[in-house]
């Protein structure tokens, strides 16, 4: 594992406050590869942001960045996010 990156649930918690579910178990799928795979196992890199990407491509999923009492998120690279509610 390359020492910048974790897994999905290193943004859990802050994905939980945007969604009000548990999000480590939902399930995305890849707009780049069609992979399937739950929140918890993509890779996050954090930089200014999170950028959450798929475990088989390297395509980035969700880009997220909190600030100021805001959260802004790109999902551009998730084809859909299957949540359990």
Known sequence: MDALMLDGNA???LLQEVFTVEMTTAIG???GCGATD???AVHV???AGFVLRC???DT???KVVAAEGRVWMDCSGLRTLEVSV
């Open 11 to 13: 943004v859990a918690g």
């Open 29 to 31: 799928t890849c707009g």
């Open 38 to 40: 739950a929140v918890g």
């Open 45 to 47: 890199y954090r930089g």
């Open 55 to 57: 475990p088989h491509c």
């Open 60 to 62: 980035a999923l969700m």
